[in-house]
């Protein structure tokens, strides 16, 4: 089992550049989340897909991010442009389907500065 | 929704001493308490978890009580040691509504433990 695995670990970019981040869950999982994680607003739920499909995106900030998931084995999350304040620790994680458990699997990070 | 507090935010205690997270949930529907630690630049990582029909777990040097009458949940750590330090978080998982399958994580305790 390889985890979640997230592409890139370190990302720093200049202010409206767009940025893509990548992530793969873990085989078999059926859920997948995105998280932002600041030291001013902990951790922060952006958006979650049940078999590929959004299902709750009420914590994406603003129209300037969007995530996708074409397939069951690759997520990704853009910022479009990019701002200084969007300097953060993004997290992918996944979980399998519901069997009275719900554990996530998170991976280890894109940790993003934009200059 | 549901709402999960967690105390204290930080918390400092001496090596071989107790320590002891406490959270609250607001949603009587909540049936799932996974309990993540998590060290400095790396990722989440599950530690425990418990279920609603289950009131106590213990592994090892730690151990999760639920009152479910109370709403609240807590996490013990006997014997700590400094590798024990590292910022813990408290979720539940919330079972009905459309938000079916996320957890809604506490605001996280920073533990240290003292040499």
């Known amino acids: 089992d390889a985890g979640v695995i997230q592409s890139p670990r370190h990302e720093v970019t200049e202010m409206g550049q767009e940025v893509t981040l990548r992530c793969k869950p873990i085989?078999?999982?059926?859920?997948l989340f995105w998280y932002r994680q600041t030291m001013m607003r902990g951790l922060e739920l952006l958006i979650y897909f049940n078999n590929n499909v959004p299902i709750d995106d009420s914590g994406m900030p603003e129209d300037r991010f969007s995530a996708k998931m074409p397939n069951a084995s690759f997520s990704t999350l853009k910022i479009q442009p990019s701002e200084p304040r969007d300097s953060a620790v993004y997290f992918c994680a996944s979980s399998p389907v519901y069997r009275g458990k719900k554990p996530q699997h998170f991976g280890d990070g894109t940790r993003l500065s934009i200059l | 929704g549901e709402n999960v507090e967690q105390h204290p935010s930080t918390l400092s205690v001496q090596e071989g001493d107790s320590a002891v997270i406490k959270c609250t949930y607001s949603?009587?529907?909540?049936?799932?308490f996974p309990w993540y630690k998590q060290e400095l630049g790396k990722r989440p990582q599950l530690i425990i978890d418990?279920?609603?029909?289950?009131g106590e777990k213990k592994d090892q040097r730690i151990a999760v009580t639920l009152n479910k009458t109370a709403k609240h949940f807590s996490l013990h750590i006997t014997e700590t040691q400094p590798e024990d330090s590292a910022v813990y978080f408290c979720a539940a998982h919330r079972n009905r509504g459309s938000t079916l399958g996320r957890l809604y994580f506490g605001r996280g305790t920073q533990l240290t433990v003292w040499p």
């Open positions: 949603d009587s529907a909540s049936n799932y």
């Open positions: 085989s078999g999982h059926d859920y």
């Open positions: 418990i279920r609603s029909n289950v």
